[in-house]
């Protein structure tokens, strides 16, 4: 078991992805260090037993081994009442202390603060929408939090929609552990981050044909940085077009896009699609699949379901790659001015 803990652990150690240092062994908040602390007594505890195991069986094997002319079987024992009790109780032991630290850490981690703040979070098929109630914000595939202040998730699955409702699962591993979220049934989940950075984020159940695609990112700025987001989110406005192109495309944008895709401070409030209120400060499209780049993002409108098996936003090949240019120039323009969170360090 412990070779296989520590293939596991290799495993975990290896899942860099594209400079994100995934590890649950280096926890940025309270409730991953009762778990890495958890994982770090039963690794104890396996390691003690594996040393003990082995040296014993090397012992034996080595002092009875069958020796120069000796034939016949060795004098043959039953029953031990005393090493059977001792084999016995030993691991009983093991196991009520793994016991007790993992009910402690069970309690510790259910206790939600009362100072947390709340945000809703919703999976789609395949994107993340977060609503923060207190601030009366709406975002989506990137979750930007304050440090230092603990947040408490309420998670649940879309059931509306073409789709049919399925289970997804809300996993931010350097943050917190997995929470399912499922139709019609809120569960809840709650952190305090406590080092700014870019987090990635995963749906942890199989959901469908871009489940691996289904990511997201949690951005943990300073409180100040994060005032200054809210304020700009609240008082958003479409920046006037800088050019023709950008003219066209919020044109385009206003007349195709609108059914499904929500900025704010405008008519357009629909929460079919993901919110794209301040998309040009995004760091990534198509819930966290490709950096938010115009080439990329041109190209996600044309034939989205091309980069994303199974995703419900429709290609458009009658668009020409010129008005695809127009939205794609439009939805970068749209930025909450003075924010840039490509600097962060990744976890
Ligand atoms: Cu959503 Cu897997």
Not at 144 to 166: D, Y
């Amino acid at each position: 078991s412990l070779v296989w803990a520590i293939l596991l652990l290799g495993v975990a150690f290896a899942l860099g992805d594209g400079g994100y240092n995934i590890n649950i062994l280096d926890p940025a908040t309270s409730n991953n260090r009762e778990v890495s602390k958890l994982l770090w007594w039963v690794m104890g505890f396996a390691a003690v037993i594996f040393v003990v195991v082995i040296g014993a069986m090397t012992y034996i094997v080595l002092k009875f081994k069958k020796r120069g002319n000796e034939v016949g079987e060795p004098p043959q024992f039953h029953g031990n009442d005393r090493l059977e009790i001792t084999w016995t109780l030993i691991p009983f032991l093991i196991v009520c202390v793994i016991f007790g630290l993992t009910a402690r850490g069970m309690f510790e981690i259910s206790q939600v603060p009362p100072d947390a703040m709340p945000v809703k979070v919703t999976a789609h098929l395949f994107w993340w929408d977060f609503e923060y109630p207190e601030q009366g914000i709406r975002t989506s595939n990137e979750l930007i939090l304050p440090v230092n202040r603990p947040v408490n998730f309420e998670i649940t699955s879309n059931e509306a929609g073409p789709a049919k409702p399925v289970i997804h699962s809300f996993r931010v591993a350097s943050l917190a552990g997995t929470q399912d979220a499922i139709p019609g049934i809120v569960t809840t989940r709650w952190f305090k981050p406590e080092k700014e950075g870019v987090y990635y984020g995963q749906c942890a159940e199989l959901c469908g044909a871009s489940h691996s695609n289904m990511r997201f990112r949690v951005i943990v700025v300073s409180q100040a940085e994060f005032d200054r987001f809210v304020q700009g989110a609240k008082a958003f406005q479409p920046p006037a077009p800088t050019d023709a192109a950008v003219a066209k495309g919020q044109q385009l944008f206003n007349a195709q896009c609108t059914a499904c895709h929500a900025i704010n401070n405008t008519q357009h409030q629909s929460k079919i699609g993901p919110d794209l209120t301040f998309f040009g400060n995004r760091l990534t499209l198509g819930a966290g699949i490709w950096n938010n780049t115009p080439e990329r993002l041109e190209a996600w409108i044309k034939n989205s379901p091309g980069m994303k098996p199974g995703s419900l936003m429709p290609p458009f090949p009658q668009l020409s790659a010129e008005d695809a240019r127009s939205i794609a120039a439009y939805l970068e323009s749209l930025k909450v001015e003075g924010l840039d969170f490509s600097k962060l360090p990744k976890f």
